[in-house]
């Protein structure tokens, strides 16, 4: 996949309304697998329902997305776990942990189907953002900013030629938000991915190619 396409995409529940002022909907615009774009937002506007059309997890919008030259809207359940598993990756806003489980195994279980990552690569994630100590601990006892690194760490083991990420720093400080950012444009770039990040206004320190206003 070298081309996410979006071609007059508008959220159903927009469609009624006022005019919606975007960079985004109701425009044609491409993202390209060599190029970081950042969406900036206000609540309310659709970042998190965009990310949701591409990875196929919603389908309620008007007009039309494209993988290269294919409308996603054409795409059998084979094809979207396959592009689940080696094309896209994404990090919900919501994060979507298990919270009864340990850290670690939140990320082990997806690394178990990918085998994307060897253990001890994971432990050394880890250690680079700093949670090492909450390995074993159940995900429950962990901050909101704990969490989304672990959800980091589990959105970087596997294969994908884009990664989205939807407000991934929002309960980060500065230093730990720039080490994040390191770290994703370092596994971004040895995958030759492109980077689609949403933000309400604190984003990820990245060279972006592309900003948007949705």
């Known amino acids: 996949m070298e081309k996410i396409i979006l071609k007059q995409a508008l959220p159903e529940v927009f469609a009624k309304g006022e005019w919606v002022q975007s960079d985004i ?3 044609e615009l491409a993202f390209s697998r060599d190029s ?19 990875f196929g997890y919603r389908k309620d919008y008007q007009g039309m997305i494209f993988f290269d030259d294919t409308n996603i809207r054409q795409l059998d359940l084979k094809r979207w776990n396959s592009i689940r598993q080696k094309e896209l990756s994404i990090m919900f806003q919501e994060l979507r942990l298990f919270e009864e489980l340990s850290a670690i195994d939140n990320v082990l279980i997806k690394n178990k189907l990918t085998h994307f990552k060897s253990k001890k690569k994971i432990i050394e994630l880890f250690e680079r953002l700093g949670i090492a100590e909450k390995l074993n601990s159940p995900v429950a006892t962990l901050s909101f900013g704990q969490r989304q690194r672990v959800a980091f760490i589990r959105a970087l083991c596997q294969p994908y ?7 991934p720093i929002s309960h980060l400080d500065v230093a730990n938000s720039k ?3 390191d ?4 596994e971004a770039s040895a995958q030759g991915a492109g980077i689609i990040v ?8 990245l060279p ?5 206003k949705l």
């Open 25 to 27: 909907w109701h425009q």
């Open 36 to 54: 970081i774009s950042l969406i900036k937002a206000s609540s309310g506007t659709g970042k998190s329902s965009l990310l949701s059309y591409i």
């Open 161 to 167: 030629q884009f990664i989205l990420l939807d407000e």
């Open 179 to 181: 080490v994040l950012s």
């Open 183 to 186: 770290l994703l444009f370092e």
């Open 198 to 205: 949403t933000s309400l206004g604190y984003e990820l320190e």
């Open 208 to 212: 972006y190619s592309n900003h948007y």
